[in-house]
């Protein structure tokens, strides 16, 4: 029809790892409804299922691994022909375990699994995707936090590891410039999620969400005074994969609620 609007990301072929639930889902439905075309990477067989029905493809596995990362850009670069932009929502969270509680046992195991999940899946999933982005000179964004830039907002390990994803997108814009942008984005604290904690601390099944008055504690501490969902920051993740963010790379957005202006 003459005149219909087209979606900031039309056409655009886009894998989202870590797609099944909090952000992740969030800038799935946000890309569909901008017109890409979307595949998916989730671990969760629940989420799968859920995932079917909403895109065309989904494949499961864990993104810290090689094999699943490859699995998922091999089937998306099958169904849509290309690759045009690559998200990354994967995370886990420490409940801020200071370095004064860790043995070193437990220190060796958690700085594992806090740096793996964090910053080695996004580095397997931009390998994996990287031969198909320089193709079609796309784009990647990864997702930091407000943890990549201030300390409090979790331990040790999750500040550290968050801080090492800002130094991955700043290292990969420059190493992969003119051919692909890469940019970040840093969420504030957010409800809606099932962000989890770390398993080799035994905090596997204890879900940020599940702490009381979440919503309340987050909206008091910022300027904006809300509490942010996933919604909030899928926006950004559309604008940077669109041709409208052409001019920016090794750049972070920060859908934080104005926390920068009391920090």
């Known amino acids: 029809m003459s005149g219909e609007r087209r979606g900031a990301l039309h056409g655009k072929r886009c894998l989202v790892v870590g797609a099944g639930s909090g952000i992740g889902r969030?800038?799935?439905?946000?890309?569909?409804?901008?017109?890409?075309?979307?595949?998916?990477?989730?671990?969760?067989?629940a989420k799968c299922d859920s995932l079917q029905s909403a895109i065309e493809v989904v494949v499961c596995g864990d993104a810290v691994?090689?094999?699943?990362?490859?699995?998922?850009?091999?089937?998306?670069?099958?169904?849509?022909?290309?690759?045009?932009?690559?998200?990354?929502?994967?995370?886990?969270?420490?409940?801020?375990?200071?370095?004064?509680?860790?043995?070193?046992?437990?220190?060796?195991?958690?700085?594992?699994?806090?740096?793996?999940?964090?910053?080695?899946?996004?580095?397997?999933?931009?390998?994996?995707?990287?031969?198909?982005l320089r193709r079609s000179h796309g784009s990647i964004t990864l997702t930091g936090s407000t943890s990549s830039f201030y300390p409090s907002r979790g331990g040790i390990l999750y500040v550290a590891s968050k801080?090492?994803?800002?130094?991955?997108?700043?290292?990969?814009?420059?190493?992969?410039?003119?051919?692909?942008?890469?940019?970040?984005?840093?969420?504030?604290?957010?409800?809606?999620?099932?962000?989890?904690?770390?398993?080799?601390?035994?905090?596997?099944?204890?879900?940020?969400?599940?702490?009381?008055?979440?919503?309340?504690?987050i909206a008091a501490r910022l300027p904006l005074g809300i509490a942010l969902e996933p919604a909030d920051h899928a926006g950004s993740y559309v604008f940077l994969a669109s041709d409208a963010a052409r001019a920016m790379t090794g750049t972070f957005l920060h859908p934080d609620g104005g926390m920068s202006v009391i920090t």
């Open 163 to 217: 801080f090492a994803v800002r130094g991955v997108v700043l290292s990969l814009a420059h190493e992969l410039a003119p051919d692909v942008r890469v940019n970040g984005v840093a969420p504030g604290g957010t409800v809606g999620t099932d962000l989890r904690g770390l398993e080799s601390l035994g905090l596997g099944e204890r879900r940020l969400d599940d702490a009381p008055d979440r919503a309340a504690s």
């Open 65 to 132: 691994t090689a094999s699943a990362n490859d699995d998922a850009v091999r089937t998306a670069v099958d169904a849509f022909g290309g690759l045009d932009a690559l998200v990354q929502c994967v995370g886990v969270y420490d409940f801020g375990t200071t370095l004064g509680e860790l043995d070193a046992e437990q220190l060796d195991r958690a700085f594992a699994q806090a740096f793996d999940v964090n910053v080695r899946s996004q580095l397997h999933s931009v390998r994996a995707a990287l031969p198909h």
């Open 26 to 45: 969030a800038v799935v439905d946000a890309f569909v409804a901008e017109g890409a075309r979307v595949a998916a990477l989730e671990r969760d067989a």
